[in-house]
């Protein structure tokens, strides 16, 4: 079974640092665009990084110059290193993937969501 497995979050104070992790699990035929997004309490998620395949990468305002999206595709994994924490980047973050799969000679594709990871930036 395929999934999206998070790790790293937890707790810093303010100009901290943290490293998210994304793992592809399972047999995937193909990872197309990863990306990171966020909740916090009471608000509508939104992004926060985006990286295709072919390594072109997008970061809201909020983020730019602080936080770092990448992947090593020979892990199927992906990484968000977040500095400079602020208060405000205090949230869940999930993991995405647009995964092709190859099974009973068919390809499907789909988004595939982490289960979350809890980020609190504290003053």
């Known amino acids: 079974q395929v999934q999206l497995v998070e790790s790293g979050g937890g707790s810093v104070q303010v100009g901290g640092s943290l490293t998210l992790s994304c793992l592809v699990s399972g047999s995937v035929f193909k990872i197309g665009v990863m990306g990171w997004y966020r909740q916090a309490p009471g608000k509508q998620r939104e992004l926060a990084a985006l990286m295709s395949d072919t390594g072109n990468i997008n970061y809201a305002n909020s983020v730019k110059g602080r936080f770092t999206i990448s992947r090593d595709n020979a892990k199927n994994t992906m990484y968000l290193q977040m500095d400079s924490l602020k208060p405000e980047d205090s949230a869940v973050y999930y993991c995405?993937?647009?995964?092709?799969?190859?099974?009973?000679?068919?390809?499907?594709?789909?988004?595939?969501w982490g289960q979350g990871t809890q980020v609190t930036v504290s003053s």
């Open positions: 995405t993937a647009v995964l092709t799969l190859y099974n009973n000679s068919r390809y499907q594709r789909g988004d595939y």
